[in-house]
Every structure is written in C-alpha cells, then in structure tokens.
C-alpha cells in the first residue's frame, strides 16, 4: 500500500474536518426539511417545488461532496503510515459509524426522491426520529477517535 509523507497528515486531518462538518450539517438538515416538507404542503403547489429544489441542491451541491471528500480525505490518513492500529477496537467502531452514515446518506437521498414524485409514506414525526441517527453516529465516532478504545 502506498504511504503518504506525514508532513501531510495536519493537511490531510484539517481538510478531514472541514469536510465532516459540511456533511454533518448537511444530515442535520435535510431530515429537518424533510419535516416541514411532509407538515405542510401536500404533494404539489410553490411551496412543494420550493421544498424539493432546497432538498436537492443541499443534497447534490453540499451533502454529496462533502461525504466524497470526507471519505477521500478519510482514506488518504490511512495511508499515513503510523497513524491507525488496527488491533484496537477503535478503528472498527469509527468505520462501522461512518459506513451507517454513509447508509443514512443514502437512505435521505431516497426519501428526497419520494417525496419530490408525493410518494411520501413517512410522517414528520419519523424523520425527526430518524434526525437523531446522524448524532449518534457522529458520538461514536468522536469517542471512538479521541479516547482511542
């Protein structure tokens, strides 16, 4: 596996950062559209096309990027030669939160799409439900990365 010098690493670690927390936001706020998507408009009329351009653009021209760079940036610090033990526990526990966040990603783009065709069989109350997913990955994670379990 090719290593890369570590004199990136501070570089490869802030832009990590900038990325995670441009998704972060991104999946913080979508479902919160998503909400007042589903309270109050139907399935078409101004506020509806409204609600499906923002989805989309924060999904397509935020959400997306970021969780691209986040994982390329993500990938380039395993390259950093002594940076990850694998024969800790967290570095299995980051991975596996960051692979359900990329699975919640996904699961958003979907119920983006359903709800711009009015297909939508979600309530308010369920995506704020699922609002909470997001935060509890990102908890695992931190502490998975800073207290090194």
């Known amino acids: 596996m090719p290593e890369v010098p570590v004199f990136l690493y501070p570089w490869l670690k802030a832009l990590h950062v900038i990325s995670v927390i441009s998704w972060m936001a991104g999946l913080l706020y979508l479902p919160r559209l998503f909400v007042h998507h589903v309270e109050q408009t139907c399935c078409t009329g101004e506020k509806h096309d409204l609600f499906v351009m923002m989805e989309r653009r924060l999904l397509r021209i935020i959400m997306n990027p970021a969780m691209i760079a986040t994982w ?15 024969s800790q526990v967290w570095p299995w526990s980051k991975a ?3 692979l359900a966040m990329t699975w919640y990603h996904h699961w958003l783009a979907q119920r983006r799409k359903t709800l711009e065709m009015g297909a939508n069989a979600l309530t308010g109350r369920n995506y704020r439900l699922m609002n909470e997913v997001p ?14 379990f």
């Open 96 to 98: 596996a939160a960051v």
């Open 72 to 86: 390329v940036f993500g990938l380039a610090l395993l390259l950093v030669p002594g940076i990850v033990d694998w």
């Open 135 to 148: 935060t509890v990955l990102m908890i695992v994670i931190v502490f998975s990365v800073m207290l090194k």
